[in-house]
């Protein structure tokens, strides 16, 4: 793309991997973006150096050293690496701000996923009894996923006044690794991309939010929106669900938004109403 006076210079690293060629694919597609390195595994870490903007998919052990370098050279970082847990982010916070720098970490780019994890938060209050089934393609060398972790800590963050969920003999390692105390199960599959079921347990009742991301192709609407937003973006900050507009659209004459028969579905007893 032509270069101007406002356009963002973007380093890819990771370019040679799956999520980095794609990513370099749009910066070179869109207006007001240009992309001035790429970087792979062999790569000088001051490669990026003079970029405004470096855009991350590496590995989950690698993304840490390559933000805080980009950090603290003032260049502002769009995170789509695995990994970022809520520790990792928080240890990351006072040298941004240090920095006066932005980085936006965006654990899953698809818009459906983001809006599956988001009705998961919703649900969360209703149900004690919660788990998560991730699966990914075999290639995949981190568990449990970027997004099984973001889910499980927006339904704990919703779930805050009411405790953890119910998770019997967690102990056992067949029960899954537990954040923020939501068992959540692994696979590695050939055939398989990526997907993510939520099960909520409940009484006599199982309710599922599902999504399958099918092609690479689901997150580039996502990595547009992010490319956007993290030109400018202050801080540190997790999540496209901020980027979008996930309100839901006024029903005319929908009455009260209490569940019929009661305070709560009766499934989480001391669950608040929205
Ligand atoms: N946020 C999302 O929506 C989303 C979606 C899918 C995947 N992801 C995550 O994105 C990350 C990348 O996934 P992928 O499928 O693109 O992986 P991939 O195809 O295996 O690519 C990994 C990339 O990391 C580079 N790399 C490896 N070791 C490195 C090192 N020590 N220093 C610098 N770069 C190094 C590789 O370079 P070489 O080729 O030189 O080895 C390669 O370019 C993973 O964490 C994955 O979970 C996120």
Redo the contacts with the bound molecule.
């Keep these: 793309m032509q270069q101007g006076p406002g356009t963002t210079r973007v380093a890819v690293?990771?370019?040679?991997?799956?999520?980095?060629?794609?990513a370099s694919r749009i910066v070179e597609e869109t207006d007001g973006f240009e992309l001035v390195a790429s970087?792979?595994?062999?790569?000088e870490l001051d490669e990026m150096v003079g970029a405004d903007l470096l855009v991350e998919?590496?590995?989950?052990?690698?993304?840490p050293?390559?933000v805080e370098f980009a950090v603290d050279h003032g260049i502002r970082v769009l995170?789509?690496?695995?990994?970022w847990s809520s520790e990792r982010v928080e240890s990351l916070r006072s040298r941004v701000d240090k920095a006066s720098g932005g980085v936006l970490i965006?654990?899953?780019?698809?818009i459906g996923?983001v809006i599956a994890s988001s009705i998961s938060a919703m649900a969360a209050r209703y149900f004690d009894s919660i788990e998560i089934v991730e699966a990914?393609h075999a290639?995949?060398?981190?568990s449990p996923?970027?997004?099984a972790v973001r889910t499980a800590e927006l339904i704990g963050a919703a779930r805050s006044e009411l405790g953890p969920v119910a998770a019997p003999h967690a102990d056992q390692r067949a029960r899954g690794q537990q954040v923020a105390s939501i068992p959540i199960h692994s696979l590695r599959l050939q055939g398989v991309h990526?997907k993510q079921d939520v099960l909520f347990g409940g009484t006599g009742e199982v309710l599922t939010i599902s999504h399958e991301?099918l092609a690479?192709t689901a997150?580039e609407a996502?990595?547009r929106i992010a490319l956007q937003a993290a030109r400018t973006t202050r801080g540190v900050s997790v999540g496209l669900d901020r980027l979008l507009d996930l309100r839901p659209a006024p029903v005319k004459d929908a009455g009260t938004s209490r569940p019929p028969g009661g305070e709560t579905s009766g499934q989480a007893a001391t669950a608040t109403t929205p």
Excluded: C, E, W
């Excluded at 970087?39 to 790569?43: E, V, Y």
């Design positions: 690293a990771g370019a040679t991997g799956r999520m980095g060629r794609l970087l792979g595994s062999s790569s998919f590496t590995l989950p052990q690698v993304s050293r390559l995170v789509g690496t695995s990994g965006v654990p899953n780019f698809s996923s990914h290639g995949k060398i981190d996923s970027g997004t990526a991301t690479p997150y996502g990595i």
